[in-house]
């Protein structure tokens, strides 16, 4: 028996297709342009925002689809072919992961000092 789908990842495969089925180089008024010019052209340009993929929908808007892995979310962006930004789909990395979510070391940046990895105590593993 296969998985349900959650309205989050439905919503976004119904509109944009499986992740990584979309292009990686999008043609905005006739010129070709990678994710990560799109993503620089939207101002979205962060070090936990990376592109996935891209496409163009029959309204002449597009979109392009990131990993944002601050909150664990894929996220599909809409915009005009002006780099307007017409609307936002996210939904939870989980959904695509399943179990496998709880099995992953997510890494995590602590501002008052250090790195540690969820889900694992850094002192066992220092011998402490």
Aim: proline content about 4%; overall charge negative; charged content about 25%.
């Amino acid at each position: 028996m296969e998985p349900r789908m959650s309205i989050g990842r439905r919503t976004i495969e119904e509109r944009y297709g499986p992740i990584g089925t979309g292009n990686k180089v999008l043609f905005l008024q006739g010129i070709p342009m990678s994710l990560a010019k799109v993503s620089r052209k939207l101002m979205m340009q962060y070090e936990d925002l990376i592109p996935i993929d891209a496409g163009t929908l029959s309204a002449g808007h597009h979109w392009i689809r990131f990993y944002e892995g601050e909150q664990r979310k894929v996220l599909a962006i809409e915009f005009t072919g002006e780099f307007d930004i017409v609307g936002e789909n996210g939904a939870d990395i989980m959904d695509w992961l399943g179990d496998d979510y709880f099995r992953i070391h997510w890494r995590v940046f602590c501002p008052a000092g250090g790195e540690e990895w969820l889900g694992r105590d850094m002192a066992k593993s220092k011998g402490g």
